[in-house]
Antibody, heavy 123, light 108 residues
Framework: EVQMVESGGGLVQPGRSLRLSCIVS????????MSWVRQAPGKGLEWVAF??????????EYAASVRGRFTISRDDSKSIAYLQMNSLKTDDTAVYYC??????????????WGQGTTVTVSS | EIVLTQSPGSLSLSPGERATLSCRAS???????LAWYQQKPGQAPRLLIY???SRATGIPGRFRGSGSGTDFTLTIFRLEPEDFAMFYC?????????FGQGTKLEIK
Protein backbone atom coordinates (compact mmCIF):
# COMPACT_ATOMS: atom_id res chain seq x y z
CA GLU A 1 0.00 0.00 0.00
CA VAL A 2 1.32 3.42 -0.98
CA GLN A 3 1.58 5.75 2.01
CA MET A 4 3.07 9.10 2.82
CA VAL A 5 3.01 10.39 6.38
CA GLU A 6 3.98 13.95 7.20
CA SER A 7 5.13 15.12 10.60
CA GLY A 8 6.85 18.06 12.21
CA GLY A 9 4.11 20.65 12.09
CA GLY A 10 3.10 22.74 15.06
CA LEU A 11 2.92 26.22 16.53
CA VAL A 12 6.02 28.35 16.04
CA GLN A 13 6.84 32.03 16.54
CA PRO A 14 7.61 34.31 13.59
CA GLY A 15 11.28 34.22 12.65
CA ARG A 16 11.81 30.71 14.00
CA SER A 17 12.43 27.47 12.11
CA LEU A 18 10.65 24.17 11.64
CA ARG A 19 11.48 21.00 9.73
CA LEU A 20 8.76 18.88 8.17
CA SER A 21 9.31 15.21 7.37
CA CYS A 22 7.48 12.94 4.95
CA ILE A 23 8.03 9.21 5.41
CA VAL A 24 7.16 7.18 2.35
CA SER A 25 6.32 3.52 1.84
CA UNK A 26 4.84 1.33 -0.85
CA UNK A 27 6.78 2.71 -3.83
CA UNK A 28 10.38 3.23 -4.87
CA UNK A 29 11.14 6.55 -3.25
CA UNK A 30 14.59 7.00 -4.80
CA UNK A 31 13.08 6.94 -8.31
CA UNK A 32 10.43 9.53 -7.50
CA UNK A 33 10.34 13.28 -7.67
CA MET A 34 8.65 14.88 -4.68
CA SER A 35 6.90 18.15 -3.94
CA TRP A 36 5.47 20.08 -1.03
CA VAL A 37 2.18 21.93 -1.46
CA ARG A 38 0.49 24.11 1.14
CA GLN A 39 -2.98 25.42 1.80
CA ALA A 40 -3.61 28.40 4.04
CA PRO A 41 -6.85 28.34 6.04
CA GLY A 42 -9.81 28.83 3.70
CA LYS A 43 -7.53 29.37 0.69
CA GLY A 44 -6.50 27.48 -2.41
CA LEU A 45 -3.53 25.26 -3.08
CA GLU A 46 -0.05 26.76 -3.35
CA TRP A 47 2.87 24.81 -4.78
CA VAL A 48 5.91 25.33 -2.52
CA ALA A 49 8.91 23.21 -3.50
CA PHE A 50 10.05 20.32 -5.73
CA UNK A 51 13.00 17.95 -5.79
CA UNK A 52 14.02 15.64 -8.62
CA UNK A 53 15.32 12.15 -8.04
CA UNK A 54 19.10 11.69 -7.85
CA UNK A 55 18.96 10.12 -11.31
CA UNK A 56 17.88 13.53 -12.60
CA UNK A 57 20.35 15.46 -10.50
CA UNK A 58 18.34 15.83 -7.30
CA UNK A 59 17.86 19.47 -8.24
CA UNK A 60 15.24 21.67 -6.63
CA GLU A 61 12.67 24.34 -7.50
CA TYR A 62 10.91 26.79 -5.21
CA ALA A 63 8.00 29.18 -5.20
CA ALA A 64 9.10 32.81 -5.04
CA SER A 65 7.32 33.23 -1.69
CA VAL A 66 9.65 30.73 0.03
CA ARG A 67 12.85 30.85 -2.03
CA GLY A 68 15.84 31.56 0.22
CA ARG A 69 13.92 30.58 3.38
CA PHE A 70 12.77 26.99 2.69
CA THR A 71 14.90 24.03 1.62
CA ILE A 72 13.57 20.75 0.27
CA SER A 73 15.79 17.70 0.58
CA ARG A 74 15.61 13.93 0.51
CA ASP A 75 17.19 10.94 2.20
CA ASP A 76 16.77 8.04 -0.19
CA SER A 77 18.25 5.57 2.32
CA LYS A 78 15.35 6.29 4.69
CA SER A 79 12.65 7.12 2.09
CA ILE A 80 12.08 10.52 3.68
CA ALA A 81 11.52 13.92 2.13
CA TYR A 82 12.12 17.04 4.21
CA LEU A 83 11.10 20.66 4.13
CA GLN A 84 13.33 22.89 6.24
CA MET A 85 11.51 26.15 6.91
CA ASN A 86 13.51 29.10 8.24
CA SER A 87 12.59 32.69 9.01
CA LEU A 88 8.94 31.72 9.23
CA LYS A 89 6.28 34.36 8.68
CA THR A 90 2.63 34.46 9.69
CA ASP A 91 1.78 34.04 5.98
CA ASP A 92 3.40 30.58 6.11
CA THR A 93 0.53 29.34 8.28
CA ALA A 94 -1.02 26.46 6.35
CA VAL A 95 -1.54 22.75 6.02
CA TYR A 96 1.54 21.35 4.29
CA TYR A 97 1.12 18.34 2.02
CA CYS A 98 3.88 16.05 0.82
CA UNK A 99 3.29 14.67 -2.68
CA UNK A 100 4.80 12.29 -5.19
CA UNK A 101 5.23 13.78 -8.63
CA UNK A 102 4.50 11.64 -11.68
CA UNK A 103 7.20 11.50 -14.30
CA UNK A 104 10.90 11.09 -14.87
CA UNK A 105 12.72 14.09 -16.27
CA UNK A 106 9.41 15.58 -17.34
CA UNK A 107 6.63 15.87 -14.81
CA UNK A 108 2.87 15.54 -15.14
CA UNK A 109 1.12 15.96 -11.82
CA UNK A 110 1.03 14.78 -8.22
CA UNK A 111 -0.56 11.38 -7.84
CA UNK A 112 0.08 10.55 -4.18
CA TRP A 113 -0.64 12.94 -1.32
CA GLY A 114 -0.05 12.72 2.38
CA GLN A 115 -2.70 13.66 4.90
CA GLY A 116 -1.02 16.99 5.63
CA THR A 117 0.62 18.54 8.65
CA THR A 118 -0.46 21.89 10.09
CA VAL A 119 2.00 24.72 10.60
CA THR A 120 0.86 27.75 12.59
CA VAL A 121 3.14 30.76 12.75
CA SER A 122 2.04 33.11 15.50
CA SER A 123 3.45 35.05 18.41
CA GLU B 1 5.89 32.74 -14.46
CA ILE B 2 2.76 31.04 -15.78
CA VAL B 3 -0.47 32.27 -14.19
CA LEU B 4 -3.47 29.95 -14.35
CA THR B 5 -6.92 31.49 -14.19
CA GLN B 6 -9.89 29.24 -13.52
CA SER B 7 -13.48 30.05 -14.34
CA PRO B 8 -16.08 30.20 -13.12
CA GLY B 9 -15.16 30.77 -9.50
CA SER B 10 -18.18 28.74 -8.49
CA LEU B 11 -20.71 26.63 -10.29
CA SER B 12 -24.10 25.44 -9.02
CA LEU B 13 -25.52 22.38 -10.76
CA SER B 14 -27.77 19.41 -10.06
CA PRO B 15 -26.82 15.73 -10.08
CA GLY B 16 -27.09 14.34 -13.57
CA GLU B 17 -26.07 17.61 -15.23
CA ARG B 18 -22.80 18.32 -17.00
CA ALA B 19 -20.12 20.57 -15.49
CA THR B 20 -17.64 22.48 -17.59
CA LEU B 21 -14.64 24.02 -15.80
CA SER B 22 -12.10 26.22 -17.53
CA CYS B 23 -8.40 26.82 -16.89
CA ARG B 24 -6.66 29.53 -18.90
CA ALA B 25 -2.88 29.98 -18.86
CA SER B 26 -1.07 33.29 -19.25
CA UNK B 27 1.27 31.62 -21.75
CA UNK B 28 1.25 28.39 -23.66
CA UNK B 29 1.49 25.20 -21.59
CA UNK B 30 2.42 21.93 -23.17
CA UNK B 31 -0.57 19.62 -22.89
CA UNK B 32 1.62 17.01 -21.28
CA UNK B 33 2.07 19.17 -18.21
CA LEU B 34 -1.45 20.24 -17.27
CA ALA B 35 -3.19 18.46 -14.40
CA TRP B 36 -6.54 18.69 -12.62
CA TYR B 37 -7.23 17.90 -8.96
CA GLN B 38 -10.36 17.48 -6.87
CA GLN B 39 -10.46 18.41 -3.20
CA LYS B 40 -13.27 17.71 -0.77
CA PRO B 41 -13.56 19.50 2.59
CA GLY B 42 -11.09 18.20 5.16
CA GLN B 43 -9.34 15.95 2.66
CA ALA B 44 -6.13 16.08 0.69
CA PRO B 45 -6.53 16.77 -3.02
CA ARG B 46 -6.53 13.87 -5.45
CA LEU B 47 -5.24 13.77 -8.99
CA LEU B 48 -8.00 13.46 -11.58
CA ILE B 49 -6.34 14.24 -14.91
CA TYR B 50 -2.72 14.55 -16.04
CA UNK B 51 -1.30 15.32 -19.44
CA UNK B 52 -4.44 17.45 -20.01
CA UNK B 53 -6.56 14.43 -20.91
CA SER B 54 -5.31 11.25 -19.23
CA ARG B 55 -7.37 10.02 -16.30
CA ALA B 56 -5.45 9.06 -13.18
CA THR B 57 -5.81 5.58 -11.73
CA GLY B 58 -9.31 4.87 -10.47
CA ILE B 59 -10.91 8.03 -11.89
CA PRO B 60 -14.31 7.34 -13.51
CA GLY B 61 -14.85 7.90 -17.20
CA ARG B 62 -17.30 10.76 -16.59
CA PHE B 63 -14.28 12.99 -15.89
CA ARG B 64 -12.78 14.23 -19.13
CA GLY B 65 -9.93 16.66 -19.67
CA SER B 66 -9.25 18.48 -22.91
CA GLY B 67 -7.52 21.50 -24.36
CA SER B 68 -4.15 22.75 -25.49
CA GLY B 69 -1.99 25.86 -25.57
CA THR B 70 -3.56 28.30 -23.15
CA ASP B 71 -7.09 26.91 -22.82
CA PHE B 72 -7.94 23.75 -20.94
CA THR B 73 -11.25 22.27 -19.85
CA LEU B 74 -12.40 19.72 -17.31
CA THR B 75 -15.81 18.28 -18.15
CA ILE B 76 -17.74 16.13 -15.73
CA PHE B 77 -20.57 14.27 -17.44
CA ARG B 78 -23.67 13.23 -15.49
CA LEU B 79 -22.68 14.64 -12.11
CA GLU B 80 -22.84 12.29 -9.16
CA PRO B 81 -23.46 13.56 -5.59
CA GLU B 82 -19.86 12.72 -4.65
CA ASP B 83 -18.45 14.94 -7.42
CA PHE B 84 -19.28 18.22 -5.69
CA ALA B 85 -16.02 19.71 -4.45
CA MET B 86 -13.24 22.18 -5.26
CA PHE B 87 -11.28 21.70 -8.46
CA TYR B 88 -7.82 23.02 -9.25
CA CYS B 89 -5.69 22.99 -12.37
CA UNK B 90 -1.91 22.99 -12.18
CA UNK B 91 0.93 23.22 -14.66
CA UNK B 92 4.27 21.41 -14.58
CA UNK B 93 5.54 23.02 -17.77
CA UNK B 94 7.84 25.49 -16.06
CA UNK B 95 8.78 26.48 -12.54
CA UNK B 96 7.09 27.79 -10.46
CA UNK B 97 4.60 24.96 -10.92
CA UNK B 98 1.54 27.09 -10.31
CA PHE B 99 -2.05 26.22 -9.44
CA GLY B 100 -5.17 28.00 -10.54
CA GLN B 101 -7.25 29.61 -7.82
CA GLY B 102 -9.90 26.90 -7.99
CA THR B 103 -13.52 26.38 -9.00
CA LYS B 104 -16.10 25.38 -6.40
CA LEU B 105 -18.71 22.98 -7.73
CA GLU B 106 -21.82 23.12 -5.58
CA ILE B 107 -25.08 21.19 -5.52
CA LYS B 108 -28.03 23.22 -6.74
Amino acid sequence: EVQMVESGGGLVQPGRSLRLSCIVSGFTFEDSAMSWVRQAPGKGLEWVAFIRSKTYGGTTEYAASVRGRFTISRDDSKSIAYLQMNSLKTDDTAVYYCTRVLGYGYYYGMDVWGQGTTVTVSS
Amino acid sequence: EIVLTQSPGSLSLSPGERATLSCRASQSVSSSYLAWYQQKPGQAPRLLIYGASSRATGIPGRFRGSGSGTDFTLTIFRLEPEDFAMFYCQQYDSSPFSFGQGTKLEIK
